[in-house]
């Protein structure tokens, strides 16, 4: 037997699961709030960094930049996704645009973390005098603008986008945190190359911030097991009418919508008791935050090209 989507309800119908979780048109508020916040936040750092001569303001401001470019991208993908429905040609929608996004996101780091090491070498070669009062109040700026973008994010569970939209306002923090100390330094000290070396200490955040980003969409694209097969087999087997799982696989389309399929073996003779057995395997996937099942049944004593079916959806 195999069935598809939910379970059925007490009344024997089968709810129709919806693609957009929900969660789609708050992430996407969210995400453009946060872009327009981190654009505003840019073009304040970026101009300080050039009037006043830090390496590390420009190097904060271009990553504020990168942020904001990565927050239009996650927008525009939870937009799209969450108002295109679903149909015979995109079954899932077109929420896999936002592992895609997520995915270019993580890349379009990489380059920004050349720059910024190759500005803080010829800085260090030749250092030069800064503004340490105005880049101050600028990096000031910049971490309420980073602290703000975290208030808007956070609450309840976040999406793919919205996680590497956290972990890159995490590293903006940092970066503004390193150069008010920075600047402080320097002020009290007057050496002046702890422009350039913290700039290149927010090229590694920013490098890290992109291998998360990249791990989560990677583990997407290739299909890795978004649950732990081991423990849902154990489950399953405890499952009344379930003799053996022959097969288990489970993969996500983005990171809120998870898909598995399974074939069970079962000991049940009615169909009564197949569809028994087939809403208890869906009802315990659906506990390990499966979103779509396809459950097949087949007899455990006979030749498994032999199998129940059900058509009852």
């Given at each position: 037997?195999?069935?598809?989507?939910?379970?059925?309800?007490?009344?024997?119908?089968?709810?129709?699961?919806?693609?957009?979780?929900?969660?789609?048109?708050?992430?996407?508020?969210?995400?453009?709030?946060?872009?327009?916040?981190?654009?505003?936040?840019?073009?304040?750092?970026?101009?300080?960094?050039?009037?006043?001569?830090?390496?590390?303001?420009?190097?904060?401001?271009?990553?504020m930049l990168f942020d904001?470019?990565?927050?239009?991208?996650?927008?525009?993908?939870?937009?799209?996704?969450?108002?295109?429905?679903?149909?015979?040609?995109?079954?899932?929608?077109?929420?896999?645009?936002?592992?895609?996004?997520?995915?270019?996101?993580?890349?379009?780091?990489?380059?920004?973390?050349?720059?910024?090491?190759?500005?803080?070498?010829?800085?260090?070669?030749?250092?030069?005098?800064?503004?340490?009062?105005?880049?101050?109040?600028?990096?000031?700026?910049?971490?309420?603008?980073?602290?703000?973008?975290?208030?808007?994010?956070?609450?309840?569970?976040?999406?793919?986008?919205?996680?590497?939209?956290?972990?890159?306002?995490?590293?903006?923090?940092?970066?503004?945190?390193?150069?008010?100390?920075?600047?402080?330094?320097?002020?009290?000290?007057?050496?002046?190359?702890?422009?350039?070396?913290?700039?290149?200490?927010?090229?590694?955040?920013?490098?890290?911030?992109?291998?998360?980003?990249?791990?989560?969409?990677?583990?997407?694209?290739?299909?890795?097991?978004?649950?732990?097969?081991?423990?849902?087999?154990?489950?399953?087997?405890?499952?009344?009418?379930?003799?053996?799982?022959?097969?288990?696989?489970?993969?996500?389309?983005?990171?809120?919508?998870?898909?598995?399929?399974?074939?069970?073996?079962?000991?049940?003779?009615?169909?009564?008791?197949?569809?028994?057995?087939?809403?208890?395997?869906?009802?315990?996937?659906?506990?390990?935050?499966?979103?779509?099942?396809?459950?097949?049944?087949?007899p455990a004593y006979d030749?498994?090209?032999?199998?129940?079916?059900?058509?009852?959806?």
């Amino acid at each position: 037997m195999s069935e598809h989507g939910s379970p059925p309800t007490h009344d024997g119908s089968h709810d129709d699961h919806s693609h957009g979780h929900g969660g789609s048109s708050t992430s996407s508020r969210k995400l453009a709030a946060v872009s327009v916040i981190n654009l505003l936040g840019f073009l304040v750092e970026f101009a300080g960094g050039i009037l006043f001569g830090s390496v590390a303001l420009l190097s904060d401001a271009f990553h504020m930049l990168f942020d904001a470019l990565a927050y239009v991208m996650a927008f525009a993908a939870a937009y799209v996704a969450d108002h295109y429905d679903e149909g015979d040609q995109w079954s899932y929608g077109l929420h896999r645009l936002e592992p895609t996004a997520a995915f270019l996101n993580g890349i379009l780091l990489l380059p920004m973390v050349g720059f910024i090491l190759w500005e803080s070498y010829q800085r260090f070669l030749n250092p030069i005098e800064i503004g340490t009062g105005p880049t101050l109040a600028i990096a000031f700026g910049g971490l309420l603008v980073n602290v703000g973008s975290v208030y808007v994010l956070q609450g309840g569970e976040m999406s793919l986008n919205e996680r590497g939209a956290f972990y890159h306002l995490l590293g903006d923090a940092g970066g503004s945190v390193a150069v008010i100390v920075s600047t402080v330094v320097i002020e009290v000290t007057g050496v002046r190359i702890v422009d350039p070396i913290t700039a290149a200490l927010i090229a590694v955040v920013i490098t890290w911030s992109a291998g998360n980003v990249l791990r989560g969409s990677g583990a997407i694209f290739f299909h890795r097991s978004p649950f732990d097969a081991g423990e849902i087999r154990a489950h399953l087997r405890e499952i009344e009418g379930v003799e053996e799982i022959d097969d288990l696989h489970g993969w996500q389309v983005c990171s809120q919508i998870t898909v598995a399929t399974t074939h069970i073996e079962t000991g049940v003779e009615t169909m009564a008791e197949a569809e028994d057995v087939s809403q208890r395997v869906h009802k315990e996937l659906a506990h390990h935050g499966v979103d779509h099942a396809t459950v097949e049944l087949c007899p455990a004593y006979d030749d498994r090209s032999t199998h129940l079916n059900d058509h009852s959806h």
